[in-house]
């Protein structure tokens, strides 16, 4: 399965992003992709008040025309996310839609992003978010993934509950920061792809120095052994990575990680 990360500069608002995100569409369908992953809120600025702001229902025009591109192109996309309005609430949402178009997966962050790091990042998502319950999985012709929302990397729980339930990758958009970036982005999807021996594939905005919340950037893609595939700087770029399933298999049958669990001591439930 090949994948392709948009890392991309976010514009401020729905539609700008949403032209650029055809364009950059097109360009991985050019480059062979299979799948493709955009970033954290790739709608508008990582900021409360815009995520107010956009607030969207499912079937809004930048969700739609992302569908109509996955259909019209063939390819499966995980929409990054955006501030989903439901149930009078607003929650932080990635949905994936497949080669026809269709929604096939919704995920709603999980864990909010609440920081204060003295010196450093300050950010409360709670101002605004909703946290998710969700475990979510989908099901693709390479077999099943997994997805979940930046913040949510940082508890093994969840990974290790979608790897139980039989995800051979995990597509994660996300927004590190300058704080958190340099010293836990590479850290935590090495570590979550070693624990579950699954590929993770993380999709980053573009930084923007001029923006009032300044990502690291470096998309990534990390193996079932730990290692780092393959990773972007922090500027504007397309992450293309063929994930060789049979290496996962391989993986798996040299150090059997997950056979080796002592649920007779433990386990983890999904709720």
Same mark, same amino acid.
């Given at each position: 399965?090949?994948?392709?990360?948009?890392?991309?500069?976010?514009?401020?608002?729905?539609?700008?992003?949403?032209?650029?995100?055809?364009?950059?569409?097109?360009?991985?369908?050019?480059?062979?992709?299979?799948?493709?992953?955009?970033?954290?809120?790739?709608?508008?600025?990582?900021?409360?008040?815009?995520?107010?702001?956009?607030?969207?229902?499912?079937?809004?025009?930048?969700?739609?025309?992302?569908?109509?591109?996955?259909?019209?192109?063939?390819?499966?996309?995980? +929409?990054?996310?955006?501030? !989903?309005?439901?149930?009078?609430?607003?929650?932080?949402?990635?949905? %994936?839609? /497949?080669?026809? =178009? &269709?929604?096939?997966?919704?995920?709603?962050?999980?864990?909010?992003?609440?920081?204060?790091?003295?010196?450093?990042?300050?950010?409360?998502?709670?101002?605004?978010?909703?946290?998710?319950?969700?475990?979510?999985?989908?099901?693709?012709?390479?077999?099943?993934?997994?997805?979940?929302?930046?913040?949510?990397?940082?508890?093994?729980?969840?990974?290790?509950?979608?790897?139980?339930?039989?995800?051979?990758?995990?597509?994660?958009?996300?927004?590190?920061?300058?704080?958190?970036?340099?010293?836990?982005?590479?850290?935590?999807?090495?570590?979550?792809?070693?624990?579950?021996?699954?590929?993770?594939?993380?999709? +980053?905005?573009?930084?923007? !120095?001029?923006?009032?919340?300044?990502?690291?950037?470096?998309?990534? %893609?990390? /193996?079932?052994? =730990? &290692?780092?595939?393959?990773?972007?700087?922090?500027?504007?770029?397309?992450?293309?990575?063929?994930?060789?399933?049979?290496?996962?298999?391989?993986?798996?049958?040299?150090?059997?990680?997950?056979?080796?669990?002592?649920?007779?001591?433990?386990?983890?439930?999904?709720?």
């Amino acid at each position: 399965m090949k994948v392709a990360l948009l890392q991309l500069k976010t514009l401020p608002t729905p539609k700008e992003n949403l032209e650029k995100i055809k364009q950059m569409l097109v360009q991985a369908k050019q480059e062979g992709a299979d799948l493709v992953g955009l970033p954290e809120m790739c709608c508008c600025p990582y900021e409360n008040s815009a995520f107010v702001r956009y607030a969207m229902p499912e079937n809004a025009p930048f969700l739609q025309g992302i569908a109509e591109m996955a259909g019209a192109l063939g390819l499966y996309v995980v +929409a990054g996310s955006v501030p !989903l309005a439901a149930d009078g609430r607003i929650y932080n949402a990635a949905f %994936v839609y /497949d080669n026809k =178009g &269709s929604c096939i997966a919704r995920h709603r962050k999980t864990h909010l992003f609440d920081i204060n790091v003295p010196g450093g990042q300050y950010f409360m998502e709670s101002d605004t978010f909703t946290a998710g319950r969700d475990v979510t999985t989908f099901d693709t012709p390479w077999g099943k993934l997994g997805l979940m929302i930046c913040y949510d990397i940082r508890f093994p729980e969840l990974s290790r509950l979608l790897a139980l339930e039989g995800a051979r990758a995990i597509l994660v958009p996300a927004a590190f920061n300058m704080t958190t970036g340099p010293a836990h982005w590479e850290m935590s999807f090495r570590m979550r792809a070693l624990d579950n021996q699954v590929f993770l594939a993380g999709c +980053a905005p573009a930084r923007d !120095l001029q923006s009032s919340y300044t990502a690291w950037g470096h998309s990534i %893609v990390t /193996d079932p052994w =730990g &290692s780092v595939v393959a990773e972007l700087d922090e500027n504007e770029g397309i992450l293309t990575v063929e994930l060789d399933f049979a290496r996962l298999e391989q993986v798996r049958a040299e150090l059997p990680l997950l056979k080796h669990r002592r649920t007779d001591c433990y386990d983890i439930i999904r709720k």
